[in-house]
Nanobody, 122 residues
Framework: QVQLVESGGGLVQAGGSLRLSCAAS????????MGWFRQAPGKEREFVAA????????HYVDSGKGRFTISRDNAKNTVYLQMNSLKPDDTAVYYC???????????????WGQGTQVTVSS
């Protein structure tokens, strides 16, 4: 059974940093893309970043470029999202996802974690 378990969320002041983790288990993800999405209150879930597990190619939403970094640790089967210079607009529940194909669309991703709350105070 595939499991994606996020951790690392919390409350941080604007300008601060957080590192989210997504521990993956239940199958081999070497041919998968791992993605981070977020959903703010009253808004639709949106793509944040993704990484190809085997090659390490990365993709980012424009608002995250230069502030967010996605990475993976093959030995730990864990994907990270380092978030710097956080803004109140970054407040959302952040979700980890996995799928064999890269897509910006939520409905295309097969596996999802339960989410972790990130709150950025002004």
């Amino acid at each position: 059974q595939v499991q994606l378990v996020e951790s690392g969320g919390g409350l941080v002041q604007a300008g601060g940093s957080l590192r989210l983790s997504c521990a993956a288990s239940g199958r081999t993800f070497s041919r998968y893309y791992m993605g981070w999405f977020r959903q703010a209150p009253g808004k639709e879930r949106e793509f944040v970043a993704a990484i190809n597990w085997s090659e390490g190619n990365t993709h980012y939403v424009d608002s995250g470029k230069g502030r967010f970094t996605i990475s993976r640790d093959n030995a730990k089967n864990t994907v990270y999202l380092q978030m710097n210079s956080l803004k109140p607009d970054d407040t959302a529940v952040y979700y980890c996802a996995a799928d064999p194909r890269l897509s910006l669309w939520v409905s295309d991703w097969r596996y999802w974690g339960q989410g972790t709350q990130v709150t950025v105070s002004s």
